[in-house]
């Protein structure tokens, strides 16, 4: 993998890290969600909440679209899906 693909992947998977993008990601997993419904089920502020979703934009992983007075968020590609899967299928403790 050339130098350039490395630091790339390095920002995306950074961008994923913290426990609450990485929350916020797992949400969007199954369906769209609007910012309220985001943060009905994150303890963090409305403010905190929007940083978090702009640094998930800024990367690329999540996409937003208005609709009416609502900002519906999604997950922006299926490799994000992919990762999410295999994650927690490798790290969930057997039921």
Known sequence: MHDIHLEIVSAILKSMAHPIRLKILYLLLDK????????????TTN???????????????ITSRRDRS????SLADSRIQKILIDLKQMFQPNQ
Do not use: K
């Open 70 to 73: 609502f900002v519906l968020n």
């Open 32 to 43: 769209e969600l609007n910012t309220g419904e985001i943060l009905a089920e994150i303890p």
């Open 47 to 61: 403010p905190n909440l929007s940083q978090h979703l702009n640094v998930l934009r800024d990367y690329g992983l």
